[in-house]
């Protein structure tokens, strides 16, 4: 008896002129493809085709009602989706391009499709700074909704290899820039109209701000579960248990480490991948050495809190 065949065969092709043009052409169809971005890999599709975001939806088993991130070239095609007040474009000029989200009201005559934004009456959008992604955002000529690309509530992807686990046979094409330079997932805030800004999902940029805790979804990883690898994850370990994959940081050695020197910057870059690694280990279940809980450790440890959950 035959298995049934996948819905795709995944290729995966170098970064280049070509790798770009081909995912261009596959965007243009309605189709999803893995991009690498400074942050972690994202699954990408023209956030104004809602047949397409719907792609991104069905490949990545994700929620409807948990909105999209939706990425732009530059700051002149944001203010043509969303309404950007003075602290907004504040931001946006300070860290733009680069690993920060702003929540903001998404216009009437945006054209992004209500799938990407889950019904709501803002949008959280992004100007990247990787090559790939901001060449495939030209070859495009639409805003791309982008969220990581990997099954939804899984661990987040940093290289080519992880997608391909998780999301290989669900989407056509994945293009290979190697490692993420961050390795964490965007930092988020909300603007509002008087200006006051909320941060919804601490990152690589620390804002100095408390994480908002309203309990409503305004913008991707915020599920109180996300980020989680399918053993169970023991936090602030300082050795490893029976049967325990240990995540070291500084002076606690484990089978791998974060950072050896306690370097919070190192330590982000290789979270995920380490969460792959053990995952992927012999040991039932997975342990972590304590973050400290000050600048990007913030971030570090509201991901490893929602993969515990």
């Not at 995912?23 to 999803?32: K, N, R, T, Y």
């Not at 400074?38 to 792609?55: F, H, M, P, R, S």
């Not at 008087?194 to 408390?210: E, H, M, Q, V």
């Amino acid at each position: 008896m035959e298995t049934e065949r996948p819905p795709f065969e995944t290729h995966v092709q170098p970064f280049g002129t070509e790798a770009i043009a081909t995912a261009a052409a596959l965007i243009a169809q309605g189709q999803c493809v893995a991009m690498p971005t400074e942050t972690v890999y994202g699954l990408a599709a023209d956030a104004t085709n809602g047949i397409a975001v719907a792609g991104i939806y069905a490949a990545k088993g994700r929620p409807s009602f948990n909105p999209l991130i939706v990425h732009v070239p530059d700051l002149a095609t944001a203010e043509k989706i969303a309404i950007l007040n003075p602290a907004a474009r504040d931001l946006a000029q300070r860290f733009w391009p680069g690993p920060l989200t702003l929540v903001l009201p998404l216009r009437p005559d945006s054209g992004i499709a209500s799938l990407a934004t889950a019904g709501l009456k803002t949008i959280a959008l992004r100007v990247p700074a990787h090559p790939a992604m901001l060449a495939l955002l030209a070859a495009c000529g639409k805003p791309l909704a982008a969220p990581s690309a990997n099954a939804s509530g899984s661990i987040s992807p940093t290289c080519a290899a992880h997608v391909l686990k998780s999301l290989g046979g669900r989407i056509p094409m994945i293009i290979d820039a190697g490692p993420t330079s961050l390795g964490l997932e965007s930092t988020i805030v909300a603007v509002a109209e008087d200006g006051a800004i909320r941060l919804l999902r601490p990152g690589p940029i620390d804002l100095g701000l408390a994480l908002s805790q309203t309990g409503a979804i305004e913008a991707p990883g915020q599920l109180a579960s996300h980020y989680a690898p399918a053993k169970p994850l023991r936090l602030d370990a300082t050795s490893g248990g029976q049967d325990e994959w240990l995540i070291g940081f500084g002076d606690i050695q484990g089978e791998a480490t974060l950072s050896a020197s306690g370097d919070l910057v190192e330590a982000a870059a290789k979270l995920f991948s380490a969460l792959h690694d053990a995952e992927a280990s012999a040991s039932q279940r997975i342990a972590v050495a304590p973050i400290p809980a000050t600048g990007l450790g913030m971030a570090i440890l509201d991901r490893l809190r929602r993969a515990a959950a």
